[in-house]
């Protein structure tokens, strides 16, 4: 099952991974991720990434990203490049989760 986008079908995949900073990890975090989407950004098959912020207490950061293909992603993230630039993420977080999704439906806003 595809997402039609503008004519043709896609099987894009979602990312949400959720990290807990430890207390006064943030900008430790913060170095680090640039790092992070720097290198994703030049990666094949790589649509879109976003780090959102909590707005509580919770240290509960979100990353999500969005990628053409799951090969895509999996290709990626099984690399030698994406495991070093990672390994240093466990002195800043105290927990992950990463959940992973075919994208099936998507609406997009109307431009003006």
Known sequence: MGTEQKG???EKLGVVFTVRVIEGGE?????LYDRIRKS???????????LGEPVD???Q???TSEWETAEHFFAWQQSEEHR????PLRQWVDSTQSL???VVKETLGVSS
């Open 8 to 10: 043709r079908s896609a």
């Open 27 to 31: 900008q430790g975090f913060l170095d």
């Open 40 to 50: 994703v950004s030049r990666t094949p098959g790589h649509i879109v990434e976003r």
């Open 57 to 59: 207490d919770s240290r």
């Open 61 to 63: 950061w979100v990353i």
């Open 84 to 87: 070093a630039l990672v390994a």
């Open 100 to 102: 992973r999704f075919r």
